[in-house]
């Protein structure tokens, strides 16, 4: 939904900056800053997830922002909650496996407790998802011959992004920073179904937790009996492709 909505190769959840919010809003839980339950903590990370989402699609309404200068102001806007969620860890002196795992992403010590409060969000995405779908294949034409056949661009990337803010909200608040996941799983989607954004939605879902699930069994098995950060295989997956990807659009 990210890349479509914007129609940038490279989108994605953490290189745009949407589990930037999720990511700020646990570092302070974590710290103790704020003290919630669950459901709160939950919601709070997805608002703040959707807020980073409306800040990029603010961005890509502006025709004279390329989609390289997007993906700039993105990976700037990611490094910066990066940057706020570590002081944050610094300053209440928390420098634990807990929080190396949460920057690199773990689903370590995840049970059902943790999967319940996330369900109602994840139905709510999962039905803005597929109305949307077929508004984003008229996205790809350009704004305004999509705008000509009915696409409401605009709304309909507000809502893609709403979507996508919500989804990365409940990831980053699962698994904390696993990346390139969203950057990989599209593109090999593509590749496998073709360029329809409903296909593309439907093999993404399944494709990307086979990703995760394959990568967290890496990440645990490789260097047993010690663990290493879920999101370091995936960016090992994710990194060259964005390389190849950065030098087509520059």
Same mark, same amino acid.
């Given at each position: 939904m990210i890349q479509l909505s914007t129609r940038n190769p490279l989108g994605d959840p953490?290189?745009?900056?949407?589990?930037?919010?999720?990511?700020?809003?646990?570092?302070?839980?974590?710290?103790? %800053?704020?003290?919630?339950?669950?459901?709160?903590?939950? +919601?709070? $990370?997805? /608002? *703040?997830? &959707? @807020?980073?989402? #409306?800040? %990029?699609?603010?961005?890509?309404?502006?025709?004279?922002? +390329?989609? $390289?200068? /997007? *993906?700039? &102001? @993105?990976?700037? #806007?990611?490094?910066?909650?990066?940057?706020?969620?570590?002081?944050?860890?610094?300053?209440?002196?928390?420098?634990?496996?807990?929080?190396?795992?949460?920057?690199?992403?773990?689903?370590?010590?995840?049970?059902?407790?943790?999967?319940?409060?996330?369900?109602?969000?994840?139905?709510?995405?999962?039905?803005?998802?597929?109305?949307?779908?077929?508004?984003?294949?008229?996205?790809?034409?350009?704004?305004?011959?999509?705008?000509?056949?009915?696409?409401?661009?605009g709304f309909t990337r507000i809502m893609a992004m709403s979507s996508a803010g919500i989804l990365a909200g409940i990831a980053v608040s699962m698994a904390g920073l696993i990346g390139f996941v969203g950057l990989v799983v599209p593109h090999i989607s593509r590749l496998l179904v073709g360029h329809d954004a409903r296909a593309v939605m439907l093999v993404s879902a399944p494709l990307g937790a086979l990703l995760v699930l394959y990568a967290d069994q890496i990440a645990r098995l490789a260097f047993m009996p010690s663990e290493i950060p879920v999101g370091m295989v995936t960016t090992l997956v994710g990194a060259p492709l964005m390389i190849f990807i950065a030098r087509r659009l520059i």
């Open positions: 953490q290189l745009f900056g949407l589990g930037g919010g999720a990511a700020v809003v646990q570092a302070l839980s974590m710290a103790g %800053i704020i003290v919630v339950g669950p459901w709160v903590l939950v +919601s709070l $990370s997805i /608002l *703040a997830s &959707i @807020g980073c989402a #409306f800040v %990029i699609t603010f961005f890509s309404f502006k025709d004279y922002i +390329s989609q $390289s200068r /997007l *993906a700039l &102001i @993105g990976v700037s #806007f990611s490094a910066i909650s990066v940057a706020i969620s570590m002081s944050i860890f610094a300053q209440a002196r928390i420098f634990s496996q807990q929080t190396i795992h949460f920057i690199g992403g773990s689903m370590s010590n995840r049970i059902l407790d943790n999967i319940v409060p996330t369900l109602p969000f994840l139905l709510v995405a999962i039905l803005l998802a597929p109305p949307i779908a077929a508004r984003l294949n008229l996205l790809s034409l350009g704004d305004r011959i999509a705008y000509n056949l009915g696409g409401r661009p």
